[in-house]
Every structure is written in C-alpha cells, then in structure tokens.
C-alpha cells in the first residue's frame, strides 16, 4: 500500500509491537505515550525487537514518540489505541481521537474482549471507528481480528483489511460485535473446560496442558476445528457431540478456583506460583521457548 502515517496511543508491550510492525513495513508511526519512564524506551525497544526478528534496525528511525495525543493523531491515516483494558480508559481517548484526528482517519481499538460499540456508543463519526485485536506478541502472531461494530462502514472494514495485510498480518473480519470475538471466544472456552477439571478432580494442571499440547495441539496450526469435523464427517462430529456435550463444563461465572488460588496468593508468573510453581529460570525458559517457535513459525509462514 501507498507509505501512510500511523498512529499509535500507548508503548507498552502491545503498542510498541504494533508500531514496530508498522515501521518494518515502511510507514511512519507516531506513539503516544504518557508515562514518561515508558516512552524514554518505546524506540530502543522497537529496534531490539527488530534485530531479535532479523529485520532492519535502521525501520525504528521511522518511529517518533511523543507525550501529546494530538501530535500524535493530528495528521494521521490511521490510528490504533493499546490503552489498558478499561473501558472508561478507551471512552476517554476515543472521544479525544474524534476530535484530534483527520475526518479521513480510520480509528481502532486494540481491545481484547470488549465489544466495539460499547466503546464508541454516542460518537458522532463512528462509522469510521472498528476494532482491530493483535495478538501477543504483536510482531509475531499472524493473526489480527478486524472487528465491525453496529456502525462501522464497509468502506473502513476493507480498508483496514487491506492495510494489514500488506504489512504481513492475517486479518479476519468479525462480522458481529460479541465479546470476546473469535479467538477468545475459542480460547476461553477451552480454559473453562480445563479449570473445570481440575477442580472437580479429573487431573492436575500439567496433565491437562499435557494432553493438549501432545494431541490435538499439534494440528492446530494446520487443521482448524471445523477443517477437523469435515475430515472425520459431520455424523461422526454430531455422535460424537451427542455423548460429549452434556458432559462438558457449562459455569456461567469464573469457576471458584480461580477465586481460591488468588485469595492464597498464587496468581502465576507474577508470583512465583498458580497452577504450577515456577522458578525464574522456568519461567524464563518457557518465555523464550515461545517466542523461539513463533519465530520458527513466522519463517516458514
């Protein structure tokens, strides 16, 4: 696609990714960045990411970071906010975004649940307002969901697609504003289901991510769930449904062990213990083990 400007609001680690895949491609992106420890780093981390992934360093130069939402905004083609998961939070900055940036602008949201609508309800240009969720890390999953809300035009969902697919992303139109939309939606029920079972004593933790990552796990990356039910029939998919799906979890709230394990203090990576106990060096090795198969992923996509 023809060069264009980005915008960015937000450095964290979703939005310095976002923005760094810009730039690789050859746009030139703004960051808006209000903490000012975070935006003194936004560049260096783009660039260190740029070498981890074998790219150019020199793509970072094309990144310009400021503290100022409408010098960010006030001159750009596109605009993706990565703000904290607080609908408030995206309101705010939305409404600002109305106001700050080129009535030609598209303006997304890097929301990971929230439904499109309920962060743009009462905005006078919604039309040109949609989600678009990245994946973690940004600058190695493919896959970014391209959400179209109750008012978003045609016209932004394509353009939109079409933009991220030429910076090398697989962008998939969600054609219903539902939380969660496709991916979580998949995600969070397979972790009901998981949860579920170890609190009602079926197995332990590692048994569970055991069994998905030495079965079915395997062939995610070339079968999806539906693919697998034309593979094995459609009769043998709904015998199968027939015995299994009254059986499977069907909680309508969080299950109340999770309630357990963050009232004994054990919320995973961040404190040493959740499902499973983890040292620092095993959570290092399990942190580098995925990124070292994305990026095996990535050169043979």
Same mark, same amino acid.
């Given at each position: 696609?023809?060069?264009? %400007?980005?915008?960015?609001?937000? #450095? ?8 760094? +895949? @810009? ?15 975070? &935006? ?10 740029? &070498? ?12 310009? +970071? ?27 900055? @939305? ?59 045609? #016209? ?24 969660? @939309?496709?991916?979580? &939606? ?25 069994? =998905?990552?030495?079965? @079915? ?69 399990? %942190?580098?083990?995925? =990124? ?10």
């Amino acid at each position: 696609m023809t060069k264009q %400007r980005i915008a960015v609001i937000g #450095g964290g680690l979703m939005g310095a990714g976002i923005a760094q +895949v @810009f730039a690789a491609a050859g746009h030139d992106v703004w960051v808006q960045e209000p903490d000012d420890a975070v &935006r003194d780093t936004v560049v260096s981390r783009i660039r260190a990411g740029l &070498r981890r992934l074998g790219d150019d360093p020199a793509s970072a130069d094309r990144v310009l +970071v400021t503290s100022s939402l409408t010098e960010a905004v006030e001159k750009a083609d596109f605009v993706t906010e990565a703000a904290p998961e607080k609908l408030w939070i995206k309101r705010t900055i @939305f409404s600002a975004l109305e106001q700050a940036a080129p009535a030609h602008a598209i303006l997304a949201s890097n929301t990971s649940v929230m439904p499109i609508g309920s962060i743009v309800a009462g905005l006078g240009s919604a039309g040109r307002m949609l989600g678009t969720h990245w994946w973690n890390p940004p600058t190695l999953v493919p896959l970014v969901e391209v959400i179209q809300g109750p008012q978003t035009s045609d #016209g932004t969902v394509d353009e939109t697609m079409r933009l991220l697919a030429s910076v090398g992303k697989k962008p998939a139109h969600v054609k219903k504003d539902v939380a969660g @939309f496709v991916a979580n &939606r998949l995600q969070h029920a397979l972790w009901r289901e998981a949860i579920g079972m170890v609190a009602d004593g079926i197995c332990d933790a590692r048994t569970v991510d055991d069994c =998905v990552k030495n079965s @079915f796990g395997l062939r995610l990356a070339v079968l999806g769930p539906l693919e697998n039910a034309d593979l094995v029939g459609i009769d043998l998919t709904r015998d199968i449904h027939r015995t299994i799906i009254p059986e499977l979890n069907r909680d309508a709230a969080p299950n109340s062990l999770l309630d357990d394990l963050i009232g004994a203090g054990r919320l995973g990576f961040k404190t040493g213990e959740g499902f499973q106990q983890w040292s620092d060096e095993e959570q290092a090795a399990l %942190r580098a083990r995925l =990124v070292d198969h994305l990026i095996a992923a990535r050169g043979r996509a």
